[in-house]
């Protein structure tokens, strides 16, 4: 059963976990093997202890909930007040609802590593602001990219924007979860970014 939590509610302190956030599409379900995928990133994530935080609903998100809920993990889910007609995931553990989208966003900030998924205009959407605030804001989430969809969507910007080797090295793509799990633990042990820079 999830619990549901608003801003203003009070929490008694406790240690905070390590958060891996986990971001993806809605759209993507089971048999898709981008769904067995997020299975299986959400299972790892779980098996090392860390505090999954996803968007709240189905598809690779859900897969990821169920993932890490199996492995015995909190995962949070991230709903939207004014998206009445989805449920959230029942994999979910805590529910943390946003009544716009800004909020979300400023929970999947306070992640301490964000990974992405194959996933549409939200997913982008999602790790682009991740990206962003990387550029200028110390000890802000990390990113890892997921998968040769975001390798060729890298390449694509680098292309195409003013984006330097800095900020790409700010957003590792790997190829498969056993590679995203040892990124990760590099990422979540503090590796060292680049210095804050004007963001565009």
């Given at each position: 059963?999830?619990?549901?939590?608003?801003?203003?509610?009070?929490?008694?302190?406790?240690?905070?976990?390590?958060?891996?956030?986990?971001?993806?599409?809605?759209?993507?379900?089971?048999?898709?093997?981008?769904?067995?995928?997020?299975?299986?990133?959400?299972?790892?994530?779980?098996?090392?202890?860390?505090?999954v935080m996803t968007g709240g609903y189905g598809g690779l998100m859900g897969a990821a909930?169920?993932?890490?809920?199996?492995?015995?993990?909190?995962?949070?889910?991230?709903?939207?007040?004014?998206?009445a007609g989805l449920d959230p995931s029942p994999w979910c553990t805590e529910l943390l609802w946003a009544a716009d989208y800004s909020?979300?966003?400023?929970?999947?900030?306070?992640?301490?590593?964000?990974?992405?998924?194959?996933?549409?205009?939200?997913?982008?959407?999602?790790?682009?602001?991740?990206?962003?605030?990387?550029?200028?804001?110390?000890?802000?989430?990390?990113?890892?990219?997921?998968?040769?969809?975001?390798?060729?969507?890298?390449?694509?910007?680098?292309?195409?924007?003013?984006?330097?080797?800095?900020?790409?090295?700010?957003?590792?793509?790997?190829?498969?979860?056993?590679?995203?799990?040892?990124?990760?633990?590099?990422?979540?042990?503090?590796?060292?970014?680049?210095?804050?820079?004007?963001?565009?």
């Amino acid at each position: 059963m999830a619990t549901s939590s608003s801003p203003g509610d009070a929490c008694p302190e406790r240690p905070r976990a390590t958060t891996v956030a986990v971001v993806g599409s809605a759209r993507l379900e089971e048999p898709d093997p981008a769904w067995r995928e997020a299975l299986a990133l959400g299972a790892a994530l779980g098996g090392r202890g860390w505090r999954v935080m996803t968007g709240g609903y189905g598809g690779l998100m859900g897969a990821a909930a169920r993932g890490a809920r199996e492995a015995g993990a909190a995962v949070v889910g991230l709903p939207m007040t004014a998206w009445a007609g989805l449920d959230p995931s029942p994999w979910c553990t805590e529910l943390l609802w946003a009544a716009d989208y800004s909020e979300r966003l400023r929970h999947l900030l306070a992640a301490d590593a964000v990974v992405a998924l194959p996933g549409g205009i939200g997913t982008l959407a999602e790790a682009a602001v991740v990206w962003s605030a990387l550029q200028t804001e110390p000890g802000a989430a990390r990113l890892l990219l997921l998968g040769p969809r975001w390798r060729r969507l890298r390449d694509a910007l680098a292309a195409d924007l003013v984006v330097g080797a800095d900020d790409l090295r700010l957003a590792p793509v790997a190829e498969d979860v056993d590679e995203a799990v040892r990124l990760l633990d590099r990422l979540v042990a503090g590796a060292p970014g680049v210095a804050p820079a004007p963001r565009g």
